[in-house]
């Protein structure tokens, strides 16, 4: 080999280096195809996914995580905002009770507390028992936990949003607390154990004549950056812990909630339409949790009942969203429900993706949509022409990251060739 190509070539393999040390580690945007056996290929705020039972066998990076919508119009009122909510969000599959066996019962969700807040989520459902001298998050009946229904001890998932709390600093979070517990001030000593109650909103400062809520940035400067409501009443008088239903309108959970153009309040709320509640929640979960089922769920028809209840509640768009495996969806999933309120509820925009930062209220930036990828994964194996060539652009798509490795390997042939 010549000396000059010799050098051409170690340069050639140099510059590849650095160049693929720039490259992202993951690249693949929503609705293109990713494979569930990569891990982090599609971008941030992506995962990989199918939904088998809409006929979507083809997996494509879908959504898990809203877009921040204080990054676009901050300083509104708390309730000019929507969150992300999760049902039962202690209820992984796969727990173990204090035991050792399963806990009995399907999940609800797929990810942990943590992992749940670092996707975006905002507003937590947890379940709080009496339990071994302490207060645990059951999934449980008869208003009783049991070793079968245990999931963990109530710290540990309020250390999580602890820790989250403390590392995001302009940050708010909601916990919506099933309440079983009734041991004089259960609530209180669990919450101070885990370091949490600093950063508790005071219930002295939340409106109940349906005004709007303090602005964020009031709550941020104030580090009240947690709210706690409690589904039983008499906590507000022994505990200063917010009734929910003092402040929030809720419509039905399960199956009776999710018929189409239907969003009736659940017994325990006032209707939907009462705005002496600023605060608005909408449940949107089977009754009972159904991992494949929750991916049609959480798609179109998450998006047409987030528009009923918006109708019901008297015109107001859902300041919660709840469902179950928020993962899950053909697409843009709960996060795009989520963004859909956040639009119409901070810039008057269909999604808060339109809007414009710092722009008069219905100034918005609306993208032409280029037509989706097809649904079914166009893969045969058993047919040679179209088989093979999917399977080879299939991998192409999937190895973006290492193509500069492969050209200089490919040019260093070429050039020893010479
Ligand atoms: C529940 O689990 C504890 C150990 O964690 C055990 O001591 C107790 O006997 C169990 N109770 C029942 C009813 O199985
Ligand atoms: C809320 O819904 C329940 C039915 O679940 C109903 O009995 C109750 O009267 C409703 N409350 C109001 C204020 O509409
Ligand atoms: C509120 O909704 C109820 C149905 O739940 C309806 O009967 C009532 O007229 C509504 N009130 C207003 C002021 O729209
Ligand atoms: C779960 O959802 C799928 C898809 O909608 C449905 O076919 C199935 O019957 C559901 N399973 C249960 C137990 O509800
Ligand atoms: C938007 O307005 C805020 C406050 O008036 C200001 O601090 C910020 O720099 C503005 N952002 C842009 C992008 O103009
Ligand atoms: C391969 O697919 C093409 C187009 O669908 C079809 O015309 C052809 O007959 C198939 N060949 C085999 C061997 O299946």
Same mark, same amino acid.
Request: charged content about 15%.
């Given at each position: 080999?010549?000396?000059?190509?010799?050098?051409?070539?170690?340069? &050639?393999?140099?510059?590849?280096?650095?160049?693929?040390?720039?490259?992202?580690? /993951?690249?693949?945007?929503?609705?293109?195809?990713?494979?569930?056996?990569?891990?982090?290929?599609?971008?941030?705020?992506?995962?990989?996914?199918?939904?088998?039972?809409?006929?979507?066998?083809?997996?494509?990076?879908?959504?898990?995580?809203?877009?921040?919508?204080?990054?676009?119009?901050?300083?509104?009122?708390?309730?000019?905002?929507?969150?992300?909510?999760?049902?039962?969000?202690?209820?992984?599959?796969?727990?173990?009770?204090?035991?050792?066996?399963?806990?009995?019962?399907?999940?609800?969700?797929?990810?942990?507390?943590?992992?749940?807040?670092?996707?975006?989520?905002?507003?937590?459902?947890?379940?709080?028992?009496?339990?071994?001298?302490?207060? =645990?998050?059951?999934?449980?009946?008869?208003?009783?936990?049991?070793?079968?229904?245990?999931?963990?001890?109530?710290?540990?998932?309020?250390?999580?949003? @602890?820790?989250?709390?403390?590392?995001?600093?302009?940050?708010?979070?909601?916990?919506?607390?099933?309440?079983?517990?009734? /041991?004089?001030?259960?609530? #209180?000593?669990?919450?101070?154990?885990?370091?949490? #109650?600093? +950063?508790?909103?005071?219930?002295?400062?939340?409106?109940?004549?349906?005004?709007?809520?303090?602005?964020?940035?009031?709550?941020?400067?104030?580090?009240?950056?947690?709210?706690?409501?409690?589904?039983?009443? #008499?906590?507000?008088?022994?505990?200063?812990?917010?009734?929910?239903?003092?402040?929030?309108?809720?419509?039905?959970?399960?199956?009776?909630?999710?018929?189409?153009?239907?969003?009736?309040?659940?017994?325990?709320?006032?209707?939907?339409?009462?705005?002496?509640?600023?605060?608005?929640?909408?449940?949107?979960?089977?009754?009972?949790?159904?991992?494949?089922?929750?991916?049609?769920?959480?798609?179109?028809?998450? &998006?047409?009942?987030?528009?009923?209840?918006?109708?019901?509640?008297?015109?107001? =768009?859902?300041?919660? &969203?709840?469902?179950?495996? +928020?993962?899950?969806?053909?697409?843009?999933?709960?996060?795009?429900?989520?963004?859909?309120?956040?639009?119409?509820?901070?810039?008057?925009?269909?999604?808060?993706?339109?809007?414009? #930062?710092?722009?008069?209220?219905?100034?918005?930036?609306?993208?032409?949509?280029?037509?989706?990828?097809?649904?079914?994964?166009?893969?045969?194996?058993?047919?040679?022409?179209?088989?093979?060539?999917?399977?080879?652009?299939?991998?192409?798509?999937?190895?973006?990251?290492?193509?500069?490795?492969?050209?200089?390997?490919?040019?260093?042939?070429? @050039?020893?060739?010479?």
């Amino acid at each position: 080999m010549h000396h000059n190509s010799f050098i051409l070539v170690i340069t &050639i393999i140099l510059f590849a280096s650095i160049l693929s040390l720039f490259q992202p580690s /993951s690249s693949l945007k929503i609705g293109e195809t990713c494979s569930m056996d990569v891990e982090n290929q599609c971008d941030a705020g992506l995962r990989c996914g199918t939904c088998p039972a809409s006929g979507n066998t083809r997996p494509r990076c879908t959504r898990v995580k809203p877009i921040s919508p204080t990054s676009k119009v901050n300083g509104l009122p708390f309730n000019r905002y929507s969150w992300l909510t999760t049902h039962n969000s202690y209820a992984l599959s796969g727990s173990k009770s204090p035991e050792g066996s399963p806990v009995l019962g399907p999940a609800n969700q797929e990810d942990d507390v943590a992992s749940q807040l670092r996707n975006g989520v905002r507003g937590l459902m947890l379940d709080m028992y009496d339990f071994n001298n302490d207060i =645990w998050m059951c999934h449980s009946f008869g208003g009783k936990c049991y070793n079968i229904t245990a999931y963990q001890p109530a710290i540990n998932v309020l250390r999580e949003i @602890l820790k989250f709390l403390e590392a995001n600093p302009t940050e708010i979070v909601t916990v919506f607390i099933e309440d079983y517990v009734t /041991s004089p001030d259960g609530l #209180t000593k669990v919450f101070s154990a885990s370091g949490l #109650t600093r +950063y508790m909103f005071p219930l002295s400062r939340m409106p109940r004549d349906g005004g709007d809520w303090p602005t964020v940035t009031d709550m941020v400067t104030q580090n009240q950056r947690l709210l706690v409501f409690t589904s039983k009443s #008499t906590k507000e008088a022994s505990e200063s812990i917010a009734y929910e239903w003092s402040f929030v309108v809720e419509n039905q959970y399960g199956n009776e909630g999710q018929v189409s153009g239907s969003c009736r309040n659940r017994s325990e709320s006032s209707a939907m339409n009462t705005t002496s509640r600023s605060l608005v929640l909408q449940n949107f979960f089977s009754t009972n949790p159904n991992v494949t089922g929750a991916c049609i769920d959480n798609s179109a028809s998450l &998006i047409s009942m987030t528009k009923t209840c918006q109708q019901a509640a008297g015109g107001r =768009w859902p300041n919660y &969203i709840a469902v179950d495996f +928020y993962q899950r969806s053909d697409g843009g999933g709960a996060p795009e429900a989520v963004d859909i309120a956040n639009g119409y509820l901070t810039c008057g925009c269909p999604n808060i993706a339109y809007c414009r #930062t710092n722009a008069t209220f219905g100034t918005c930036d609306i993208p032409v949509l280029s037509p989706p990828p097809p649904a079914q994964l166009q893969l045969d194996d058993s047919n040679e022409s179209f088989g093979g060539f999917g399977l080879i652009s299939f991998a192409i798509h999937t190895t973006a990251q290492p193509r500069w490795l492969y050209f200089t390997i490919f040019t260093t042939l070429i @050039l020893l060739g010479i």
